[in-house]
T-cell receptor, first 112, second 114 residues
Framework: LAKTTQPISMDSYEGQEVNITCSHN???????ITWYQQFPSQGPRFIIQ???TKVTNEVASLFIPADRKSSTLSLPRVSLSDTAVYYC?????????????FGQGTTLQVKP | DAGVIQSPRHEVTEMGQEVTLRCKPI?????LFWYRQTMMRGLELLIY????????DSGMPEDRFSAKMPNASFSTLKIQPSEPRDSAVYFC????????????FGEGSWLTVV
């Protein structure tokens, strides 16, 4: 019952920029958009979170258009170690009682 | 700072046995989540707590599953009796109030029921 839709898989090559887009048409006014990364045999790890426009940290950038119905995670110059599953997350419900339900995620395969 | 701590890391048990998974959230975090992950069903939210109170347990598969959070630093997920289809990785995660959707996961408990 995730509120998000994202591509199931993507391929890229080392050194390229990768953009993964997520649709969240029913996002609520107060909802943040959060992205996680999961490596095999590990729990998901927080990457970046945003509310509007653009957010950048040392790992990635997050672009959110004005209508907030989608968001794009941008990974600059990926390496083999960026091969992982990437999840876009928007709460189901509101505020601190919102349920954090993960969708199927996007499996990114980085090739040499 | 210590992250979310889960135990056991790995458990193999026989069908019908009771299984108890434990979680210590990050100090100062007031929300705790239990997830289950399998290849077939992905990452499923089982139950979550705010300030030690269960908020939503609609993801708990059936009455064989129960979860408690007696205090802010400890939670358990119990399966009794266990079945082979319960084999999965069980993750605990915690969140600090005011941090949006930023949750921190433990390393998981890998459960195999034979």
């Amino acid at each position: 019952l995730a509120k998000t839709t994202q591509p199931i898989s993507m391929d890229s090559y080392e050194g390229q920029e990768v953009n993964i887009t997520c649709s969240h048409n029913n996002i609520a006014t107060n909802d943040y958009i959060t992205w996680y990364q999961q490596f095999p045999s590990q729990g998901p790890r927080f990457i970046i979170q945003g509310y509007k426009t653009k957010v950048t940290n040392e790992v990635a950038s997050l672009f959110i258009p004005a209508d907030r119905k989608s968001s794009t995670l941008s990974l600059p110059r990926v390496s083999l170690s960026d091969t992982a599953v990437y999840y876009c997350l928007v709460p189901v419900g509101s505020g601190n009682t919102g349920k954090l339900i993960f969708g199927q995620g996007t499996t990114l395969q980085v090739k040499p | 700072d210590a992250g979310v701590i889960q135990s056991p890391r790995h458990e193999v048990t026989e069908m019908g046995q009771e299984v108890t998974l434990r979680c210590k959230p990050i100090s100062g975090h007031n929300s705790l989540f239990w997830y289950r992950q399998t290849m077939m069903r992905g990452l499923e939210l089982l139950i979550y707590f705010n300030n030690n109170v269960p908020i939503d347990d609609s993801g708990m598969p059936e009455d064989r599953f129960s979860a408690k959070m007696p205090n802010a630093s400890f939670s358990t997920l119990k399966i009794q009796p266990s079945e082979p289809r319960d084999s999965a990785v069980y993750f605990c995660a915690s969140r600090k109030e005011g941090s949006g959707n930023t949750i921190y996961f433990g390393e998981g408990s890998w459960l195999t029921v034979v």
